[in-house]
């Protein structure tokens, strides 16, 4: 089947990433939750910042329910994160790094593509951490 393919694009996706220094983060300072719960973008546990990665990572998709998103660049000290602002502007969700969704068994179809409609959303989750101050 196509998973020799869909091995090579992750790979291919990681490798990218990697390139760009974007840093993955621990197990311990997050979690995954595949579903569609709501994660608000204006958290305490981070600042956000628009920063628009479609174009560059390529993560241009629709969600069939017909809602557009932009990707945010999430830095809340120590890892970044990537989360979607959602066209009605209520809330957004929060996944992780394309290294650690790729990890993530459930959800490993969901990074891209139409695929966002079948309603595997990610949604990441800090878990709460000390944060040195020095910069």
């Known amino acids: 089947m196509g998973s ?3 091995l090579c ?3 291919l996706l990681v490798l990218v990433i990697t390139s760009l220094g974007i840093r993955t983060t621990t197990a311990q300072e997050m979690e995954f939750l595949c579903n569609s719960e709501k994660f608000p973008l204006d958290d305490p546990k981070r600042v956000c910042t628009y920063h628009m ?11 069939e329910d017909g809602r ?3 990707s ?6 120590r890892s970044t994160i990537y989360g979607f602002r959602y066209s009605d502007r209520s809330v957004g969700r929060c996944i992780g790094t394309a290294k650690d969704i790729l990890q993530n068994r459930q959800c490993r179809g969901h990074i891209g ?3 966002w409609g079948v309603g595997c959303y990610m949604r990441f989750e800090i878990v709460p951490f000390d944060v040195d101050d020095d910069e």
């Open 9 to 11: 694009s992750a790979v």
């Open 53 to 63: 990665l479609d174009d560059l990572l390529g993560w241009g998709a629709e969600p």
């Open 4 to 6: 020799s393919s869909s």
């Open 68 to 70: 557009w998103y932009d």
């Open 72 to 77: 945010w660049d999430c830095e809340d000290g």
């Open 113 to 115: 593509g139409r695929a």
